[in-house]
Nanobody, 118 residues
Framework: QVQLVESGGGLVQPGGSLTLSCAAS????????MSWVRQAPRKGLEWVSD????????YYADSVKGRFTISRDNAKNLLFLQMASLKSEDTAVYFC???????????WGQGAQVTVSS
């Protein structure tokens, strides 16, 4: 069964840090580009970051560049998103997703809520 399961969400104060994890199963994780995508309240999906299969190259949205770091552990089938200097506008449900290609995804996690508030 192909599955992605996020964990690590929660409530954090502005300026704080949080790390999300995504456990993958049912496919060859080490050969796939993976993404983090978020959805803020009452807004559409926003791409956050991609990491290629071997972890050697990562891409970030301008809104998170310099504050977020994507990484992966292919030996453990884990994807991570380290978030620092969090802002209220980072409040969203964060999804990990398996990249199909052409800007589309074929597997999604259930999402992890991140709330940045004092």
């Amino acid at each position: 069964q192909v599955q992605l399961v996020e964990s690590g969400g929660g409530l954090v104060q502005p300026g704080g840090s949080l790390t999300l994890s995504c456990a993958a199963s049912g496919f060859t994780f080490s050969s796939k580009t993976m993404s983090w995508v978020r959805q803020a309240p009452r807004k559409g999906l926003e791409w956050v970051s991609d990491i290629v299969s071997d972890g050697g190259t990562a891409y970030y949205a301008d809104s998170v560049k310099g504050r977020f770091t994507i990484s992966r552990d292919n030996a453990k089938n884990l994807l991570f998103l380290q978030m620092a200097s969090l802002k209220s506008e980072d409040t969203a449900v964060y999804f990990c997703a398996k990249v199909l290609g052409g800007g589309s995804y074929d597997v999604w996690g259930q999402g992890a809520q991140v709330t940045v508030s004092s």
